[in-house]
């Protein structure tokens, strides 16, 4: 069973409300990074934040994934 910085990585957010900001989220069940990412905000909205080409790999790391991975801003979503 592989430790918890094997199945995260750290989602950087390039632009829009959250430009600079980072998060720690896990991979998918196929290994791979999250196509997008939903997070909360205030008063039932959320940000919508899609992958884009950047990644990052640490040395030592799992050789196929990214220690890191860039984001850009979709939407806000208001439910």
Do not use: C, N, W
Not at 28 to 57: C, H, M, N, Q
Request: glycine content about 8%.
């Amino acid at each position: 069973m592989g430790t918890a910085s094997e199945a995260t990585y750290t989602a950087k957010l390039t632009d829009g409300p959250l430009e600079g900001k980072t998060i720690t989220t896990e991979f998918l069940e196929s290994g791979d990074p999250r196509p997008r990412l939903e997070i909360p905000a205030t008063a039932g909205k959320s940000y919508v934040y899609t992958r884009s080409s950047g990644l990052e790999f640490e040395s030592g790391s799992h050789p196929q994934r990214p220690s890191a991975v860039d984001y850009r801003y979709l939407e806000a979503v208001f439910e």
